[in-house]
């Protein structure tokens, strides 16, 4: 079992810029893909973005590409997101997770999740 722990939420006003970090431990993660995804108040559960563990190729929903970048670090099981030109409507609880495929955004096709991390953003 991977077990995936998020950091770096926070409260910021709109414009501001943070970076999450997903670190996995547990059953060593060295296949598949880690992801984003987010859940706002109310709303189900999408997919921000993901990148494949191996290769390092990542992709991303239209609605964070240009804003957000995901990236990792190999050596330490750790995938961070940089979040920049932040929106009141990025305002969610962000998840890390791990998936066996590639390109999915399915969260159904991700079998490990972390406890997430509240990002709110502030008009």
């Known amino acids: 079992q991977v077990v995936l722990v998020e950091s770096g939420g926070g409260l910021v006003q709109a414009g501001d810029s943070l970076r999450l970090s997903c670190v996995a431990s547990?059953?060593?993660?060295?296949?598949?893909?880690m992801g984003w995804f987010r859940q706002a108040p109310g709303k189900g559960r999408e997919f921000v973005a993901a990148?494949?563990?191996?290769?390092?190729?990542?992709y991303y929903a239209d609605f964070v590409k240009g804003r957000f970048t995901l990236s990792r670090d190999y050596a330490k099981n750790t995938v961070y997101l940089q979040m920049n030109s932040l929106k009141p409507e990025d305002t969610a609880v962000y998840y890390c997770?791990?998936?066996?495929?590639?390109?999915?955004?399915?969260?159904?096709?991700?079998?490990?999740w972390g406890q997430g991390t509240q990002v709110t953003v502030s008009s």
């Open positions: 547990g059953r060593t993660f060295s296949s598949g893909s």
């Open positions: 997770a791990t998936s066996f495929r590639y390109g999915s955004h399915l969260p159904t096709d991700f079998t490990s």
């Open positions: 990148i494949n563990w191996i290769v390092g190729t990542t």
